[in-house]
Nanobody, 119 residues
Framework: QVQLVESGGGLVQPGGSLRLSCAAS????????WGWYRQTPGKQRELVAAITGSGRTNYAASVEGRFTISRDKDKNTVYLQVNSVKSEDTAVYYCNARSIWAAGPVDYWGEGTLVVVSS
């Protein structure tokens, strides 16, 4: 099992920045990919950014160049630096940890942290 706890959400003005954190505990060694997803009411959860164990990253087109995912292995924490925020970035952001097994992937989720972009 892996436990994930997000923090860092809140109210931010358009054009502003914040950093989301995801503290992980448990069987972290089993995790192959770390990611941040977001969800708004009535919509499916969407991938925002992901980072592999080797440090390879990928981003949704809508956040490319504005968001940065990183991981501090010593602190067992994954970050999402969010810059130049837009109103459409308002969402609940979820941390995800994925273990890839022969039988299929296993996903772990945090409870989410709300980001509201508003002036």
């Amino acid at each position: 099992q892996v436990q994930l706890v997000e923090s860092g959400g809140g109210l931010v003005q358009p054009g502003g920045s914040l950093r989301l954190s995801c503290a992980a505990s448990g069987m972290i060694f089993s995790i192959n990919v770390w990611g941040w997803y977001r969800q708004t009411p009535g919509k499916q959860r969407e991938l925002v950014a992901a980072i592999t164990g080797s440090g390879r990253t990928n981003y949704a087109a809508s956040v490319e160049g504005r968001f940065t995912i990183s991981r501090d292995k010593d602190k067992n924490t994954v970050y999402l630096q969010v810059n130049s925020v837009k109103s459409e970035d308002t969402a609940v952001y979820y941390c995800n940890a994925r273990s890839i097994w022969a039988a299929g992937p296993v996903d772990y989720w945090g409870e989410g942290t709300l980001v509201v972009v508003s002036s």
